[in-house]
């Protein structure tokens, strides 16, 4: 049996520890509530958009512009978001596995985040591009995901750009999700980063009128979507960390909570038989003296 | 009850207005466009302006600065980054937007960042100079 002091030290440590990710959940609840909150306000903007473009380009068959060029899939680019900070679950090691699933040669990676980016450099895989994006992301962080994405597909070097993110679903549970970006037709047919129950929407088969022309809108629209996609998915992954991590810390200090009281059981127990095997002593001595 | 077209605002932030007007008032690109219901389908870049909704007696009034408007039957869904309702205009936050964008500005910025950065300067002096105009 260990001694009471041995175990009266590991009751301190684990103290410690419960503190820690006691103070980390804390931290991690306030910041889940405003990133749960940006994810859940940006969907219906992500899903009117996706709407919009797809009716658009419906009524405009014979419409053509590069980013919704279709081709046959050679070499395909993932966008794998994931966090920069571990200690948020399985959140990151569920979409490596999947990240893992892609065919080594012919897919390429753009990592935002830095565990994906490490992720992607151990396994030695494709590694295109590196972005950071704050804990608040913004629209300058997405748009520079989004041209890099826009650029590797207009010059051909891959027919498809898919992300790879854990969609925020509630605070319990994020899936791994991969959607296709672009050649933007794909985004509608699958619904797009919001799916707010409407999905793409019930697309309308009418003939629009365009103001000022059809190319001036879709080149409008085209452009600022794109940006607000990633934007959206974005917010996603950082609602699902602040959510992973909250559960995560919540469970350690659960746990760490349940450690120290099975602990404090066994210490009082060595304790108590110490003081029984003294006073056993104490009453056998007495009992020689007499 | 005559018909009534259904108005939405949607900005990233989320919904800022959602209501059954009788007729609605766009900024277009190219010039005001007024929208009954029953019109007939049609997609439009928005300019800077004011998207005036009017229902029955009463008018709402949302500022905008850029975006697009898609009008099908009895809806009109508007997308945009700026919309400010005007019921709810905030003089001291128009005022800092400004000064914020202002700020940036001076910073070295890409095409888009900049572009986005002045569109966002021109939505709070919108703002501004409609909490400064006298009242009719």
Redesign the interface.
Known sequence: MPSTRNIRRRIRSVKNTAQITKAMQTVAASKMRKAQD?AV??R???D??I??LA??AR?LEDYEHPLLEEREVRRRAVILITTDKGLCGGLNAYLMREAAKYDRESTVFIAAGRKGAQFLARTRRNLAAEFSFADVPT??DA?TIA?AAKRIFTEREVDRVEVLYPKFINTLTQQPKAQVLLPMECLWEEGGAGQDGEKGGNP?E???????GAS??MN??LR?FLD?QI??LMLETKASEHSARMVAMKNATENADQLIKDLTLTYNKIRQAGITTELLDISVAQLAIS | MAATLKL?I??????VYARDVDMVCLP???GE?GIFPHH??????LGEGEIIARRGPEEDRILVTRG?A?V?GNAV?V?T?FATDEAYLDEVKAEEARQRAEARLKEKL?P??TS?VQASLAHSLAQLKIKRRPRL
């Open positions: 940006a306000n940006g219906p903007f992500a009117r958009a709407r919009i009716n658009a009524s629209f300058s748009m041209n309308t009418v003939d629009y009128l365009f103001e000022p001036e809108v409008g629209l600022w607000f934007l959206q | 939405e949607v900005t990233p932030e989320g919904q277009g690109a190219d466009l007939a389908p049609l997609m439009t870049l697009c898609d099908t869904s997308l980054v890409s888009e960042e986005l």
